[in-house]
T-cell receptor, first 113, second 117 residues
Framework: SQQGEEDPQALSIQEGENATMNCSYKTSINNLQWYRQNSGRGLVHLILIRSNEREKHSGRLRVTLDTSKKSSSLLITASRAADTASYFCATDARKTSGSRLTFGEGTQLTVNP | GAGVSQSPRYKVTKRGQDVALRCDPISGHVSLYWYRQALGQGPEFLTYFNYEAQQDKSGLPNDRFSAERPEGSISTLTIQRTEQRDSAMYRC???????????????FGPGTRLTVL
């Protein structure tokens, strides 16, 4: 079963704008990860944030984590058409259920040129 | 270096047939995971291995599904007596190690698209 819920389900923006996607989860976690999936392709790992971290940056990506609210956000700045993809958050609740990743249902991002 | 590979990339089979899906993880990766992804949804965990030992198979839907990794490298996911509801993308992932002191970045393969007619 899916643990996370992503919000919004779909997002359409213009090139150059920022895109923010949110993820909520239900159980305590060891870390939270964001993945990207291009149409017809595999999942690509973007960034991992540990449960004791609050914010992390990687290039144009910024991830925040609020464990008290059991939520995370992914911000993509200065978006490009190539950022068009589905974005999934995935939680690793290793302490309770082993090392499986539990994925949300994803946000479909469309960046219009 | 090579990433995770899966074969076949596409499999069409008739209901009632058995299928075997193969995963070749990144060389040296200790942990190997199987997920299933329905269209428009995120991947759903099936099972995972550390080396050759199956650590968690609680995500396997029923006893028609099984997996093995006999030599701690290549893994096979087998579905017996396939049903139409088994149609999905089956994804394999591997990670370097899996301990409480490590963080579990998983590298995914391209998947096998299974269609059961």
């Amino acid at each position: 079963s899916q643990q996370g819920e992503e919000d919004p389900q779909a997002l359409s923006i213009q090139e150059g704008e920022n895109a923010t996607m949110n993820c909520s989860y239900k159980t305590s976690i060891n870390n939270l990860q964001w993945y990207r999936q291009n149409s017809g392709r595999g999942l690509v790992h973007l960034i991992l944030i540990r449960s004791n971290e609050r914010e992390k940056h990687s290039g144009r990506l910024r991830v925040t984590l609020d464990t008290s609210k059991k939520s995370s956000s992914l911000l993509i700045t200065a978006s490009r058409a190539a950022d068009t993809a589905s974005y999934f958050c995935a939680t690793d609740a290793r302490k309770t259920s082993g090392s499986r990743l539990t994925f949300g249902e994803g946000t479909q991002l469309t960046v219009n040129p | 270096g090579a990433g995770v590979s899966q074969s076949p990339r596409y499999k069409v089979t008739k209901r009632g047939q058995d299928v075997a899906l193969r995963c070749d993880p990144i060389s040296g990766h200790v942990s190997l995971y199987w997920y299933r992804q329905a269209l428009g949804q995120g991947p759903e965990f099936l099972t995972y291995f550390n080396y050759e030992a199956q650590q968690d198979k609680s995500g396997l839907p029923n006893d028609r599904f099984s997996a093995e990794r006999p030599e701690g490298s290549i893994s096979t996911l087998t579905i017996q007596r396939t049903e139409q509801r088994d149609s999905a993308m089956y994804r394999c992932a591997s990670s370097l190690k899996n301990t409480f002191s490590s963080y579990n970045e998983q590298f995914f393969g391209p998947g096998t698209r299974l269609t059961v007619l």
